[in-house]
């Protein structure tokens, strides 16, 4: 468990992925157009980073499969 919560990837991933459930609730909730606007930039790079972030996490899981 620990080697999870160590693993620098994994924090960048849940990381990301909790700014990008408060930019939507931001982007959901807000009634100001400048709040939306920000907030639905922050989504998308969010998904961005977070798609990256997955992707990297896979391949190191996949090395990590293959390379015993």
Do not use: Q, Y
Not at 18 to 44: F, G, P
């Amino acid at each position: 468990m620990f080697n999870a919560i160590s693993n620098h990837k994994v924090i960048l991933f849940w990381s990301i992925f909790t700014m990008l459930i408060c930019s939507v609730t931001i982007t959901l909730v807000s009634k100001n157009t400048l709040a939306d606007s920000l907030s639905m930039t922050v989504t998308v790079f969010a998904c961005l980073g977070l798609f990256f972030t997955a992707a990297t996490l896979l391949e190191d899981k996949v090395h990590e499969i293959c390379n015993p």
